[in-house]
């Protein structure tokens, strides 16, 4: 072997080392970062003439493990779902008091039937009365208030659909770039690996958001899927979404609304547009609290006679004095809309006065167990009944998406913890990695300090 040939042999070799160092302390430097997978350089044999080498890089490659990161994704699409409900259901809780000791709407209830039972005791005392219409007012002023929360809830909810539709297609934008910039990559023999790992991130971002399914493509490029068959993107080609008000829509025309399934994305549109009779916790849940407020509304405004009578029958047909408000205690607009729902305004003005032979047959109407039916709900009971049964359903729907949320929390932060230690760095791995590439960049370097110094001794001889 030739001096030159052995000098090309160790030169080969010291490049290879430092390559190898830089990837091992990029490793080590980066094994705290999220996301973040071992890299490693295949190595390869160069042979010059006859029987003389050196080493060269093959190729980069970094740890994975598809198993585990489809597992992954499937888990943060779960875990997004659940916490989405769970995060809803608890403004919802806190929008109805059921999260407090004594929830609003149902003492305002057990407050308005206490004030009639004292009223039945002592009709003619104008303080009892005006306990009644202020009890009454309190009671119209807190249904109304739980209107107005479910409503500004509502426009959240709304919101939030438009917000994450933009995320879903700005993500799997960045997926379809990340994928040109790979296969350029790949075709110039460049390092993929830190790309394919932030393509990795942004694929579990759109797991968050909506299921997806991965397909490897040539060039380490890859397609995203629905699992019901929806092509997200393919290659540098891809998707939007945007949402109507009503519906998602593609950016080819098409509604695909029932066709991005699990992640934040479909609890949101459940919890704003789903069956109100589903019995599913977090789905309907806007239809099912305005299905039972209307129940409560219609209960203290229907009028139709019947075995109890309802509240309104009960007052409507006492004898009415002199002076006294004939019918219509509460009043609300034609529709029975409940944020219209107010105690009549001859009461508040002073114009009329209550009927003092209502409070015998009202209070045994309040007392009185009778059937309500809403969406998600019925009850055999009171008025008051009724009211707890609404706050209860909530209390009871948010119980159970709560569990169902941290268990899918754990399992999501499993299979994140396990495929960070199948494809994550070890440190204790790494830093033996290093000594051994220092000793393999000491002795090229020996190599060819060596060659040189034999180098030199051949020219002093010449």
Same mark, same amino acid.
């Given at each position: 072997?030739?001096?030159?040939?052995?000098?090309?042999?160790?030169?080969?070799?010291?490049?290879?080392?430092?390559?190898?160092?830089?990837?091992?302390?990029?490793?080590?430097?980066?094994?705290?970062?999220?996301?973040?997978?071992?890299?490693?350089?295949?190595?390869?044999? *160069?042979?010059?003439?006859?029987?003389?080498?050196?080493?060269?890089?093959?190729?980069?490659?970094?740890?994975?493990?598809?198993?585990?990161?489809?597992?992954?994704?499937?888990?943060?699409?779960?875990?997004?779902?659940?916490?989405?409900?769970?995060?809803?259901?608890?403004?919802?809780?806190?929008?109805?008091?059921? $999260?407090?000791?004594?929830?609003?709407?149902?003492?305002?209830?057990?407050?308005?039937?206490?004030?009639?039972?004292?009223?039945?005791?002592?009709?003619?005392?104008?303080?009892?009365?005006?306990?009644?219409?202020?009890?009454?007012?309190?009671?119209?002023?807190?249904?109304?208030?739980?209107?107005?929360?479910?409503?500004?809830?509502?426009?959240?909810?709304?919101?939030?659909?438009?917000?994450?539709?933009?995320?879903?297609?700005?993500?799997?934008?960045?997926?379809?770039?990340? $994928?040109?910039?790979?296969?350029?990559?790949?075709?110039?023999?460049?390092?993929?690996?830190?790309?394919? *790992?932030?393509? *990795?991130?942004?694929?579990?971002?759109?797991?968050?958001?909506?299921?997806?399914?991965?397909?490897?493509?040539?060039?380490?490029?890859?397609?995203?899927?629905?699992?019901?068959?929806?092509?997200?993107?393919?290659?540098?080609?891809?998707?939007?979404?945007?949402?109507?008000?009503?519906?998602?829509?593609?950016?080819?025309?098409?509604?695909?609304?029932?066709?991005?399934?699990?992640?934040?994305?479909?609890?949101?549109?459940?919890?704003?547009?789903?069956?109100?009779?589903?019995?599913?916790?977090?789905?309907?849940?806007?239809?099912?609290?305005?299905?039972?407020?209307?129940?409560?509304?219609?209960?203290?405004?229907?009028?139709?006679?019947?075995?109890?009578?309802?509240?309104?029958?009960?007052?409507?047909?006492?004898?009415?004095?002199?002076?006294?408000?004939?019918?219509?205690?509460?009043?609300?607009?034609?529709?029975?809309?409940?944020?219209?729902?107010?105690?009549?305004?001859?009461?508040?003005?002073?114009?009329?006065?209550?009927?003092?032979?209502?409070?015998?047959?009202?209070?045994?109407?309040?007392?009185?167990?009778?059937?309500?039916?809403?969406?998600?709900?019925?009850?055999?009971?009171?008025?008051?009944?009724?009211?707890?049964?609404?706050?209860?359903?909530?209390?009871?729907?948010?119980?159970?998406?709560?569990?169902?949320?941290?268990?899918?929390?754990?399992?999501?932060?499993?299979?994140?913890?396990?495929?960070?230690?199948?494809?994550?760095?070890?440190?204790?791995?790494?830093?033996?990695?290093?000594?051994?590439?220092?000793?393999?960049?000491?002795?090229?370097?020996?190599?060819?300090?060596?060659?040189?110094?034999?180098?030199?001794?051949?020219?002093?001889?010449?």
């Amino acid at each position: 072997m030739s001096l030159s040939a052995a000098l090309s042999i160790a030169l080969s070799g010291l490049r290879v080392a430092t390559t190898q160092m830089q990837l091992a302390s990029n490793n080590i430097s980066n094994a705290q970062t999220p996301g973040y997978t071992e890299k490693t350089a295949s190595l390869t044999a *160069d042979v010059f003439g006859s029987g003389d080498g050196g080493v060269n890089i093959a190729s980069y490659t970094r740890s994975a493990n598809a198993a585990l990161t489809t597992s992954y994704n499937n888990a943060t699409s779960q875990a997004s779902f659940y916490s989405t409900q769970n995060n809803y259901l608890t403004q919802v809780q806190s929008i109805l008091g059921s $999260n407090v000791n004594n929830p609003p709407l149902s003492t305002a209830l057990a407050n308005f039937q206490s004030a009639w039972t004292q009223f039945s005791a002592a009709p003619e005392d104008s303080t009892q009365q005006q306990s009644v219409i202020q009890a009454g007012v309190n009671l119209a002023n807190q249904i109304r208030e739980v209107v107005s929360g479910v409503t500004t809830l509502t426009q959240q909810a709304s919101s939030d659909i438009n917000t994450t539709t933009n995320s879903l297609s700005t993500d799997i934008a960045n997926v379809a770039s990340l $994928n040109v910039q790979i296969a350029a990559a790949t075709n110039g023999n460049q390092p993929v690996g830190n790309l394919e *790992d932030q393509r *990795d991130q942004d694929i579990n971002a759109i797991a968050a958001i909506t299921n997806v399914t991965v397909l490897q493509r040539p060039e380490n490029q890859v397609a995203l899927y629905t699992p019901g068959g929806l092509l997200l993107l393919d290659g540098g080609t891809a998707q939007s979404f945007s949402y109507s008000g009503t519906d998602v829509v593609s950016s080819a025309g098409q509604i695909v609304t029932t066709a991005l399934t699990g992640g934040s994305l479909q609890a949101q549109i459940n919890f704003l547009s789903g069956s109100s009779s589903s019995s599913d916790p977090g789905t309907g849940v806007i239809g099912k609290i305005n299905s039972q407020l209307q129940t409560l509304t219609n209960a203290l405004t229907d009028a139709t006679s019947g075995t109890p009578q309802t509240f309104a029958n009960a007052y409507n047909s006492a004898t009415t004095g002199t002076g006294e408000l004939a019918s219509s205690f509460f009043t609300v607009d034609g529709s029975s809309d409940p944020s219209s729902l107010a105690v009549n305004a001859n009461l508040l003005n002073g114009t009329s006065t209550l009927k003092q032979a209502s409070g015998a047959p009202v209070t045994a109407a309040l007392a009185a167990t009778r059937s309500f039916t809403a969406s998600n709900l019925s009850v055999s009971g009171t008025y008051a009944n009724l009211g707890t049964a609404i706050l209860s359903s909530f209390q009871q729907a948010a119980n159970t998406v709560q569990t169902q949320s941290t268990s899918a929390t754990q399992q999501q932060s499993f299979y994140q913890q396990s495929l960070a230690n199948a494809t994550g760095v070890n440190v204790d791995t790494e830093l033996t990695n290093l000594t051994v590439l220092q000793n393999s960049y000491a002795a090229s370097a020996h190599v060819i300090s060596t060659i040189n110094a034999m180098l030199a001794d051949l020219e002093n001889v010449l």
